[in-house]
């Protein structure tokens, strides 16, 4: 997965964006449009998607801290990736509206679940202990589904537009 001068700016600049959608939107627990960014940039760059997520997740840790809260990180928007790249056609006129938005859903509603077993892990946590916590943290799931889904109306015009700009190249 070589890259090129131009997909380092690209991906560089979309993990910009990620970390600065999300810091802009911190107002708004668990509302943010990372699921979105995450989907729509695997419909357009597919496995070299992963370098801007791991960008963002980098600059996560770079501007909030590397601390344990971090450590899921390095996994959950992975998660979201290989489940958009197996169940989403890889042709984006393809792709429907509801498809994206159910998606971009399920991962905001299973996300406590998902960063369960990382608490677990760390803090010691048994069986009983992380369904507890996942059952504690479920209103929050709830707020983050909920908006993921409608969020998910963006990706397809967001993925559109990328697939777009890709057509044209600097010409000098």
């Known amino acids: 997965m ?4 131009k997909e380092m700016a690209v991906f560089g600049m979309l993990a910009g964006l990620m970390f600065a959608s999300k810091q802009i939107m911190e107002v708004l627990p668990n509302v943010h449009l990372l699921g979105v960014f995450t989907i729509a940039i695997t419909l357009v760059y ?3 998607a992963l370098y801007p997520i791991y960008g963002f997740v980098l600059i996560q840790g770079l501007f909030s801290g590397f601390a344990l809260w971090w450590i899921p990180y390095l996994y959950l928007w992975t998660v ?3 489940a ?3 169940l989403l056609p890889r042709d984006l006129g393809r792709v429907k509206p509801l498809q994206v938005m159910l ?3 399920a991962h905001g509603y299973l996300y406590g679940t998902l960063y369960a077993p990382a608490q677990a892990l760390l803090f010691g946590l048994d069986w009983k202990g992380m369904v ?4 504690a943290g479920l209103p929050w799931d709830f707020v983050h589904g909920t908006s993921n889904f409608f969020c998910g ?3 397809l015009p967001l993925a559109r537009t990328l697939q777009k700009a ?3 190249t600097l010409r000098g």
Do not use: D, F, S
């Open 132 to 135: 507890t916590w996942i059952l």
């Open 2 to 5: 070589r890259l090129t001068v």
């Open 80 to 82: 979201l990736w290989g």
């Open 46 to 48: 597919r496995r070299k």
């Open 153 to 155: 109306l963006l990706i």
């Open 166 to 168: 890709e057509r044209y």
């Open 103 to 105: 998606l971009c859903a």
């Open 84 to 86: 958009a790249m197996l």
